[in-house]
């Protein structure tokens, strides 16, 4: 799925941002979501076509990329900015990154749900796995173990340091982002 993703995103990128000057401001939003859907048709093909297997245990999914707000955010925030050069580096660096963050959780949700990682037996059979981690709901939880982590590590990030005088850790700020920025809207 990430690799299918960084597929997308490198393409979408680059045909949006040789398109930057063509597409008119009305209809910015609809073509990037047609150029994605087509992009995300072509990998669907390609995919059921070249690895069935992998096709099979995705296709639900696939289609699903079209939506993905990564790639609609990059291409309005970064490649209908920027030269084609930079909005593919652009891709490969979301893409991957995309993909690491969706192997992590994975391996995170095979861990504890099933006592595995990538296949391969690591807890010992006395040890019960967790089952609800092999199921939808167990993405949101380690999702939320992850980001608790990261805060609680005091990882800071781009968008915490929107906020004037923010340091980067949500769990240490006393100072509400959304009253400021509502303030701000507001003089």
């Given amino acids: 799925m990430g690799l299918s993703t960084l597929a997308v995103l490198i393409f979408s990128n ?15 939003l609809p073509a990037y979501i047609v150029i994605v859907a087509s ?22 999914y696939i289609p699903l990329i079209v939506v993905n707000c990564i790639i609609l955010g990059r291409a309005e925030a970064y490649a209908n900015k920027v030269t084609p ?6 891709g490969i660096g979301m893409g991957l990154g995309f993909t690491i963050a969706l192997t ?3 391996l ?3 861990f504890l749900g099933a006592g595995t990682a990538f296949g391969v037996t690591v807890l010992p059979e006395a040890c019960e796995p967790i ?25 800071s990030t781009a968008a915490n340091k929107k906020v ?3 340091d980067g850790c949500c769990a240490s700020c006393a100072k509400s982002c959304d009253k400021e920025g509502k303030e701000e809207t507001k003089a």
């Fill in 164 to 166: 004037e005088g923010c």
């Fill in 131 to 155: 089952a609800i981690f092999i199921k939808a709901p167990g993405a949101f939880l380690v999702m939320a173990v992850l980001i608790a982590i990261l805060n609680g590590a005091h990882i």
């Fill in 39 to 60: 992009l995300v048709t072509i990998v669907d093909l390609v995919m059921q076509a070249y690895v069935p297997g992998l096709y099979s245990a995705l296709s639900i």
């Fill in 85 to 90: 050069d930079l909005a593919i580096m652009d």
């Fill in 14 to 28: 680059m045909i949006i941002s040789a398109m930057r000057n063509i597409i008119p401001d009305q209809v910015r």
């Fill in 108 to 110: 995170v949700r095979e």
């Fill in 104 to 106: 992590v959780i994975g």
